[in-house]
C-alpha cells in the first residue's frame, strides 16, 4: 500500500473550515484513499473515502487532486468534538489498511 | 454504529498466562481485524480474518493467535501473555466489497504485569 504523509498537529476555531492535507505521491491507479478519525480512548470512526472525484457525506468532504498525489478532508463546521486524530490512509483490493500517525486537530473554542 | 462489541473491555494480568479476548458483531460481515495500538506506534494489524475458518498474518502477529469458528466471532488469544503485550486491542469489521469501510470496536485494554 502506498504511504502517506500528514502534519502532525493543527489548530481550528470552532465553526470555520478544517482543512487536513495528506500526500500519497506513490498511490496507485486502483487504491482508495480513506479517512478516518479518533477521538481519545475510542475505536477508530471511519470518515469518507474516494478514489478518483470529490466525495461529500453529512460528516465531510474528500478533495482529491486530479493527479492523485494529495488529497484534503474538510470539516466545514468545526465544532469541539471535532478535536481528534484523522488518519488519511490509501488501500487497495487486499482489504488490509495501515494506519500512520495522522494528524491531531484541535478544535479551539 | 456498527454492531460490534469487545470482551473483556479491561483486563490485567500476569506475564505468562493465556489470555483470550473476544470480538463479536451482528453485521454479518466477512471480513475481521485485530489491531494494537500503543503510545508512538499507531494501530498496527496483528491478525485478520477473511471469512470462518480462514485467517491470515498482520505485521505484528508473532505470539499472537486467532480462531474464526463462526461469522459472529473473532478471538485473539496470548498463549502466554508478556509485558510487551500490554495495549490497547480493537477489533474492526469489513463487508465483503473492494473499496468497503472498516468499523472498529470500543477497545480492550490489557495490562500484563
Known amino acids: 500500500d502506498a504511504k502517506t504523509t500528514q502534519p502532525t498537529s493543527m489548530d481550528c476555531a470552532e465553526g470555520r473550515a478544517a482543512n487536513l492535507p495528506c500526500n500519497h505521491s506513490?498511490?496507485?491507479?486502483?487504491?482508495?484513499v480513506y479517512w478516518y478519525r479518533q477521538i481519545h480512548s475510542q475505536g477508530p470512526q471511519y470518515i469518507i473515502h474516494?478514489?478518483?472525484n470529490n466525495e461529500t457525506n453529512e460528516m465531510a468532504s474528500l478533495i482529491i487532486t486530479e493527479d492523485r498525489k494529495s488529497s484534503t478532508l474538510i470539516l466545514p463546521h468545526a465544532t469541539l468534538r471535532d478535536t481528534a486524530v484523522y488518519y488519511c490512509?490509501?488501500?487497495?483490493?487486499?482489504?488490509?489498511?495501515?494506519f500512520g500517525k495522522g494528524t491531531l486537530l484541535t478544535v479551539n473554542p | 454504529d456498527a454492531g460490534i462489541t469487545q470482551s473483556p473491555r479491561h483486563k490485567v494480568t500476569e506475564t505468562g498466562t493465556p489470555v483470550t479476548l473476544r470480538c463479536h458483531q451482528t453485521e454479518n460481515h466477512r471480513y475481521m481485524y485485530w489491531y494494537r495500538q500503543d503510545p508512538g506506534h499507531g494501530l498496527r494489524l496483528i491478525h485478520y480474518s477473511y471469512g470462518v475458518k480462514d485467517t491470515d498474518k498482520g505485521e505484528v502477529s508473532d505470539g499472537y493467535s486467532v480462531s474464526r469458528s463462526k461469522t459472529e466471532d473473532f478471538l485473539l488469544t496470548l498463549e502466554s501473555a508478556t509485558s510487551s503485550q500490554t495495549s490497547v486491542y480493537f477489533c474492526a469489521i469489513r463487508e465483503l466489497g473492494l473499496a468497503s469501510e472498516q468499523y472498529f470496536g470500543p477497545g480492550t485494554r490489557l495490562t500484563v504485569t
Open positions: 506513490t498511490i496507485s491507479g486502483n487504491e482508495y
Open positions: 474516494g478514489l478518483k
Open positions: 490512509i490509501v488501500g487497495g483490493s487486499n482489504y488490509k489498511l495501515t
